[in-house]
């Protein structure tokens, strides 16, 4: 039995099975061991930690996110009513100043029409004034027709004008 390597190797490990519990190294070791549990296990808390509190930001992120985005189109929906009610009160005001225009423009017609007829009336008067001045005076002839002349004259003009 001495002869196999296996039993020396065998009595070597209880050997030195015995001096470490001797001397206490089994302690030391789970010492470190604990230590590093310890430690690993504050990683861990420290890890869950920021995960939530990760967790935590993100959704107060994605609640800014989303209440910017409803402002954005309460700002879009704001400014297409803004643009329709302007578009609508400069159709209404374009309107309104044709009409305008258009009814200046057919005054001024007016005006011009009756200042024409009026011209035309003078003339007409003068040139019957004139034509029945002409007429009277080759064919009557005295006082009678320069009385006749002057009141037929007068006449003429008041009903005309």
């Keep these: 039995m001495f002869a196999q390597p296996e039993t020396w190797v065998a009595i070597a490990f209880i050997i030195l099975m015995a001096l470490f519990a001797y001397l206490g190294i089994h302690k030391a070791v ?5 230590h590093r549990a310890q430690r690993i296990k504050a990683e861990l808390d420290d890890a869950k930690r920021l ?5 935590k930001l993100l959704g107060e992120y994605q609640t800014r996110r989303a209440s910017a985005e409803r402002e954005a189109e309460e700002i879009i929906a704001n400014a297409k009513a ?3 009610r302007i578009a609508v009160e400069s159709k ?3 309107e309104d100043f044709v009409a305008r225009r258009t009814k200046t423009a057919e005054s001024k017609i007016a005006l011009a029409e009756a200042q024409a007829l009026a011209d035309v009336r003078a003339a007409a008067a003068n040139a019957a004034v004139d034509a029945a001045s002409a007429i009277l005076a080759k064919s009557v002839k005295g006082s009678v027709a320069d009385d006749l002349l002057t009141r037929g004259i007068a006449e003429v003009r008041a009903k005309l004008n």
Excluded: H, Q, S
Excluded at 30 to 34: S, V
Excluded at 51 to 55: F, L, T
């Design 30 to 34: 789970l010492t470190a061991l604990d």
């Design 51 to 55: 995960r939530e509190e990760a967790a």
């Design 82 to 84: 803004e643009a329709e």
């Design 92 to 94: 209404a005001k374009l």
